[in-house]
């Protein structure tokens, strides 16, 4: 009879907010984004169907290897669970770390009080063999990154010609951008969600429902900021943006038909990355472009390009069944479902 072997795996610990910070910084230069934080799992155990799982480092010989947030979901009749923009690993791993670091997380999340996680979805700068390409797109592989440490004429310089006169013109349609700080969930709800459902549907895309901005900025108040940009008093152009770590990121966004007459969202993200810059943000990152993976985001590509030429890789997100029979199962059920829809 073979003796099945249990593959080895990290050690792994749950931390405290204050010593993930002290873990965060010990990561350095390798920057732990916002949705590896602590304040990301808070945020999410106050939307509905989603369980903060916790934030955790995970150790080899007592040497950092990495560090992750996890997010359980509950929807539509399946439990899985969300590392996203993670783990966060110390140093950049070869394929037998991956596959050490899945082994790990199956481990660890694949018992679970009031939940049966059929997969766990991670973003990994390299595949190995446990990985598999999602059967839905929800991230992106390249995204556009402005460098805010540099100059504000040195920035400007660095737009396309297009980008900068879409500024200059919003200048003499005298387009006002501000910062939302009083009774932000109300004004919210009142003036910038019904233009996101404007260019959901004039875009072609799907959007959140309204709880899910409201929530984020009610539960990041300090990590989250909401930007309008006004036009004869009325709002045409809307920005959520959070910052974390020295990064600011260009979360949520909408604008209205209108924006287009005026160039009011030109002005929008140009006046957020002076302001990013002022607030010591090293980067302002416009969150995702359409890579080889990521054809739909086409539309968006053209307007983020125009602010910033640098364009980089984004480590691809990848699916870790931990059932995998039902994991197969629901893979085809979903595509099946896709195809009828056609």
Sequence with gaps: MELMLKPEIFTFRELTQPEFLKYQTALLPVLVPLEQSPLWGQFNDN?????????????????????????????????????????VFATV???????????????QFQTLENANPIFIRVSMPGKAAPLILPFEHTMYDETVVAELEKTEDELFAGMSQSGRQGVRKAVKCDVEVKEITDERIEYFSEQCYPILKETGTRDGFGIHPLSIYTTMLQNLPEASHL?????????????????????A??????????????????AL????????????????????????????????????IKFSKNIIPVPLTYDLPIQPLKYRALSVAIKIKRKLKR
């Design 249 to 266: 990121m260009y979360y949520y966004g909408g604008s209205s038909a209108k924006a287009r007459e005026t160039f009011a969202a030109y």
């Design 93 to 107: 791993p070869n394929t037998e770390i991956i596959k050490k670091m899945c082994a790990t997380l199956k481990a």
């Design 227 to 247: 930007y309008v940009a006004l036009y004869e008093g009325a709002v045409e152009a809307w920005a959520i943006v959070t910052e974390y770590n020295t990064v």
């Design 47 to 87: 939307v509905a169907g989603r369980q903060n799982l916790g934030s955790f480092k995970y150790e080899e010989n007592k040497k950092l290897v990495a560090l992750a947030t996890a997010i359980l979901y509950h929807e539509r009749g399946r439990d899985w669970i969300w590392i996203k923009h993670g783990p």
């Design 269 to 304: 993200h140009w006046e957020i990355m002076k302001i990013m810059k002022e607030r010591g943000n090293k980067t302002y990152d416009f969150m995702g472009i359409a890579g080889k993976h990521f054809p739909a985001l086409k539309n968006v590509t053209q307007f983020k």
